[in-house]
């Protein structure tokens, strides 16, 4: 059975501050897809990233990064330079093959970013 | 382009009844996808339809059933309520899973659904 744990409920940083999600992840399969969603107080999930299983390559795109690391299950995300709109809770979420894009969520993870 | 619609926004229902929320996909998409986020629960996947047909569905008993009609919308259907059925409910569409697309899910505002 697929899994994964977002161990930070809550993070709270002054703007201009970095900060990390962590996501970890469970998986018998050898090919799946691994997502970041944003949920802003509006409600409305925002897609972020798509990562797959066999393509580790770090992902940069303005402030945001992504570190994936299958030796270590984890698919982790980093805001440089926080800013008070990214104020959200963010999600991991995870897809097997033969499931469409059925996505497994974490938790989520509600970050406060204060000016 | 129109986003994922749903409706209601906001339903309002009683132990026991029976609860309907409607679903529009984003044009050209032939999948949807129903999520419910209930307090401390967080996202977690009800169904998938595709093409009409269901494809999937989450550890969630029978009395959360659903159908996706030819023009690819979709209705979920509780029945029985219950206190703990009370969340938003989420619909999402995409595109089939192929080489090209994104994998994004696109989602809607959601339906907020109370059993009182």
């Known amino acids: 059975a697929q899994k994964v744990t977002q161990a930070q409920t809550e993070i709270s940083v002054v703007e201009k501050e970095d900060v990390t999600l962590d996501c970890v992840y469970e998986?018998?399969?050898?090919?799946?897809?691994l997502f970041w969603y944003k949920q802003p107080p509006s409600g409305e999930l925002v897609f972020l990233i798509r990562?797959?299983?066999?393509?580790?390559q770090n992902e940069i795109s303005g402030r945001y990064s992504w570190n994936f690391q299958k030796s270590t299950s984890s698919f982790n995300f980093t805001i440089t330079a926080s800013q008070v709109v990214d104020s959200a809770v963010y999600f991991c979420a995870l897809s097997e093959t033969n499931s469409g894009y059925a996505l497994n969520f974490g938790k989520g993870t509600s970050l406060l970013v204060t000016p | 382009e129109a986003g994922v619609t749903q409706s209601p926004t906001h339903l309002i229902k009683t132990r026991g009844q029976q609860a309907t929320l409607r679903c529009s996909p984003i044009s050209g998409h032939t999948s949807v996808y129903w999520y419910q986020q209930a307090l401390g629960l967080g996202l977690q996947f009800l169904l998938w339809?595709?093409?009409?047909?269901?494809?999937n569905r989450g550890n969630f008993p029978p009395r959360f059933s659903g159908r996706q009609f030819p023009n690819y919308s979709s209705e979920l259907n509780v029945n029985a309520l219950e206190l703990e059925d009370s969340a938003l409910y989420l619909c999402?569409?995409?595109?089939?899973?192929?080489?090209?697309?994104?994998?994004?899910?696109?989602f809607g505002e959601g339906s907020r659904l109370t059993v009182l």
């Open positions: 339809y595709d093409e009409g047909e269901e494809r």
């Open positions: 998986t018998r399969d050898t090919t799946y897809y």
């Open positions: 999402a569409s995409s595109l089939v899973r192929s080489g090209s697309d994104t994998g994004e899910l696109f």
């Open positions: 990562r797959n299983s066999f393509d580790e």
